[in-house]
């Protein structure tokens, strides 16, 4: 069963969302982006989350490198100016499926006070 809580008024947390897509795949899989900030702005409503119109971070990339990832540089950026959550669809769209990139940007959050919600059940 799946249960979603709703937010109590005057309990708003603030966060930012990230999505990511990459071009190595197939178009209809990449128009799922939109379905990935959807998603988790919606999942951002129901549990009293605040997100900024500049806290919708997306992108699609085909390379590896940080440097192709702007919206993830972007999303640090705003983690270290106080945003209190960052919601992502999966953990694999936050951090692909690297598991020591995973550690770092993990390890990084929790230095700065911020959590991660992952919206896919």
Do not use: W
Not at 47 to 59: F, K, T
Not at 68 to 82: H, K, N, T, Y
Not at 84 to 97: G, K, Q, T, Y
């Amino acid at each position: 069963m799946n249960r979603r809580r709703r937010y109590q008024p005057g309990t708003l947390k603030r966060a930012a969302i990230y999505a990511r897509s990459t071009k190595l795949r197939p178009l209809r899989e990449t128009g799922a982006l939109q379905d990935q900030v959807d998603q988790s702005a919606t999942f951002c409503l129901e549990h009293g989350y605040l997100v900024p119109p500049n806290q919708r971070l997306a992108s699609v990339q085909a390379g590896r490198a940080e440097s192709d990832r702007p919206a993830l540089a972007r999303l640090l950026e705003a983690i270290r100016q106080g945003s209190v959550a960052v919601v992502v669809r999966s953990l694999d769209r936050l951090a692909r499926e690297d598991p020591a990139q995973s550690a770092i940007l993990i390890e990084e959050f929790r230095a700065t006070g911020v959590s991660i919600t992952i919206t896919a059940s």
